[in-house]
Every structure is written in structure tokens, then in C-alpha cells.
């Protein structure tokens, strides 16, 4: 494939890339927004239950700190609908650079099999000069039919080096879809795999793995409330 292919491919499929990457940052900066609301409620909240906590009722105590726990929640499912579009953002860039590693490697694989070729079509050229040159110079000195089937040194490493140049070639690496993976990046989950797709937070603090993928907990939306991991509910169980 010619590199002006490669390029245009490439191109195409980036198209879309910059439009999906605002329109993410967008959101995350409106969750930022919203975020921000929400903690100046919280704060609020709070100062007026100070205010008032030694006048409220039980029951009113419990209704304004009620208020005030659904506001921290709601700050802490923004935040998390944040990473989840940080994450997407990632794989999204990730994809496009796997893409791009991959073609660069297909062209320099490409390019190396056309100057592979174009050295071994340059060898059996000169190769056929000489063997034309030596069978004119065996026949104007009269040179018996034996001699003029032997090879000379020189064709005998003409060969061997096309040879070579052949075995080479056969041997040249040309799988590059498995791409390596970053040995610095970070893995996730019961599968420990690095991050990609939808993703959910564990509740507990300790547990010391934190992220899942949805398709590893059985999950194909995000739940309500607090979640915690089939390791951290065992544990719990057992407590």
C-alpha cells in the first residue's frame, strides 16, 4: 500500500476524533459546574444546621442532615460520571495511537520488502552481464564445453548473496498487529486488564483493587447507590 494510502486512511479515521474529544471535555466541564453547586449547598446546609440544630426537632435534625448526605452523594456521582469520561477520552486517544503504530509499522515493513527486491532484481542483473560476458570471452578462445559450464568465483558469490538476500526476506517479520502494551499502565479488575470500556468504582476505601469492568461484575448499567465488589461483599459477609 502506497504511504499516500496509509496517510489518507488515517486521516479518515481521525475525523471524527477532535468533535467526540470536545464534546467530552464539554460534559466534564459542566459536571465541574454542577459539582461546584452542589458544594456550595452542602456548605449551606451546614452552616444553617449549626445554626439551628440546638432549636430543631430530632426529627428535623434528621430530615436537614438527610439533605445534606443526598447533596454529597450527588457530588460524588458527578464525580464519577467525570472518570468515566476521562477514561472513555483515554481509550479513545489510545485506539487512535495503536492505529497509528500499527500503520507505521505495515509501511516500514512495505518499504523494507521494496528495497529487499529492488537489491536482489540489481544482483541477478549484473549476474546475467557477467554470465553473458564469460560465455562470449570462453567461446572466442575455444574453451571446451566443461569449462564453460563451470561457475567463476565471482558468480558463485553472486549467488550466494542472492541467496542470502532471499532467506532474509523470508524471514522478515511482517505480524504487526500485536501491538506491545504500555508496561507502565496500570490494570483493573478481577480480569487485571488495563482499563477500557464502561467501568465502576468499588464503595469500600481499602479495597485494593477499586475499579471493575461492567462485563467482569455482571453489570450492564450503572446502580443506584453504593456498590461494592464480589470481593469486598464476601468480606463483609464474613464480618
Known amino acids: 500500500m502506497a504511504k499516500g494510502m496509509y496517510l489518507e486512511h488515517y486521516l479518515d479515521s481521525i475525523e471524527g476524533l477532535p468533535c467526540e474529544l470536545q464534546r467530552n471535555f ?10 461546584e453547586e452542589k458544594k456550595a449547598e452542602i456548605s449551606e446546609l451546614a452552616s444553617e444546621y449549626i445554626a439551628k440544630v440546638r432549636n430543631l426537632a430530632s426529627e428535623e435534625r434528621v430530615q436537614h442532615l438527610k439533605k445534606i448526605e443526598n447533596a454529597y452523594n450527588k457530588c460524588k456521582e458527578y ?7 476521562a477514561m472513555q477520552i483515554y481509550e479513545m486517544v489510545d485506539k487512535h495511537i495503536r492505529r497509528l503504530d500499527a500503520d507505521l509499522a505495515r509501511f516500514e515493513n512495505d518499504l523494507q520488502e521494496k528495497l529487499d527486491s529492488g537489491i536482489l532484481d540489481s544482483s541477478d542483473e549484473k549476474q546475467s552481464r ?6 562470449d570471452k570462453r567461446a572466442s578462445h575455444g574453451r571446451d564445453k566443461k569449462g564453460s559450464d563451470q561457475d567463476s568465483p565471482k558468480q558463485k558469490k553472486l549467488k550466494n548473496g542472492a ?4 532467506s532474509l526476506l523470508a524471514m522478515h517479520p511482517s505480524d504487526v498487529l500485536d501491538m506491545p502494551v504500555d508496561p507502565n499502565e496500570p490494570t483493573y479488575c478481577l480480569c487485571s486488564q488495563v482499563s477500557y470500556g464502561e467501568m465502576i468504582g468499588c464503595d469500600n476505601s481499602d479495597c485494593p483493587i477499586e475499579w471493575f469492568h461492567f462485563a467482569c461484575v455482571g453489570l450492564t448499567t450503572k446502580p443506584k447507590g453504593k456498590w461494592y465488589c464480589p470481593r469486598c461483599t464476601q468480606e463483609m459477609r464474613k464480618k
Open 163 to 166: 541467496n542470502i538476500s532471499e
Open 79 to 85: 464525580s464519577d460520571d467525570k472518570v468515566q469520561l
Open 130 to 135: 557477467k554470465d553473458k560476458n564469460i560465455k
Open 26 to 35: 464539554s460534559l466534564m466541564e459542566d459536571l465541574d459546574n454542577r459539582t
